[in-house]
């Protein structure tokens, strides 16, 4: 089984890539997702008590752990420990499920690949990537973001332009979903020979 890490800068569309990679059929991690899923289980109580405050009734307050960690490189690597084991075993269970059900391509979607390791742990890189104009465009629509949030996180981020650099594939989502969809496929096609 080929693993393909996916990746990309905040607001360059993994999320969009993911999708049209399951559409396909592909199996699909999301580190996003569990770590929602993890904020309102596993986590949580780790997570208060490391950060006082930060939850209520049992699941992360993500705007408070926000408020927490951004800016405060400390709290950020205390949160981390905490949160990259929980998030690295559920990898490795959907991994062994995807070998086990015979995929012959499987796909791990990590915002953080570079600055995590993880791509020390894949076959084959994919970068989505946008120009920053529409990064900035993108991210700044959604509701709870700032200017000065998107670039506390984008300090914590690998350049675009390394990322780039490093990946076996890169997918420009400054396009039409179809032209997206087209390069997703044709990558799949080149990864499982089919």
């Known amino acids: 089984m080929i693993v393909l890490g996916l990746t990309g800068s905040i607001g360059m569309g993994k999320s969009t890539a993911a999708q049209m990679f399951m559409d396909a059929g592909i199996p699909v991690y999301s580190a996003d997702e569990t770590v929602h899923r993890l904020y309102s289980g596993a986590a949580a109580p780790l997570i208060e008590a490391a950060f006082p405050g930060t939850t209520d009734d049992g699941v992360v307050d993500r705007a408070r752990l926000s408020a927490a960690v951004i800016g405060n490189p400390e709290a950020l690597r205390k949160l981390e420990a905490i949160i990259h084991p ?36 894949v076959d084959k890189i994919l970068v989505v990537s946008a120009p920053a104009e529409v990064q900035k465009k993108r991210v700044l629509a959604r509701a709870d973001m700032t200017p ?27 396009q039409t979903f179809d032209a997206t969809r087209a390069e997703i496929n044709a990558i799949i096609r080149i990864l499982t020979d089919s």
Do not use: M
Not at 89 to 101: C, I, L, M
Not at 151 to 169: G, H, S, V, W, Y
């Open 148 to 174: 000065e949030k998107l670039e506390a996180i984008l300090r914590r981020q690998t350049p675009d332009a390394e990322k780039r650099a490093r990946a076996d594939f890169v997918v420009n989502t400054d």
């Open 86 to 121: 929980l998030v690295r075993s559920e990898e490795n269970a959907f991994r062994d499920g995807a070998e086990s059900q015979g995929a012959k391509l499987a796909v791990i979607d990590i915002p953080l690949l570079f600055e995590t390791g993880g791509d020390k742990r």
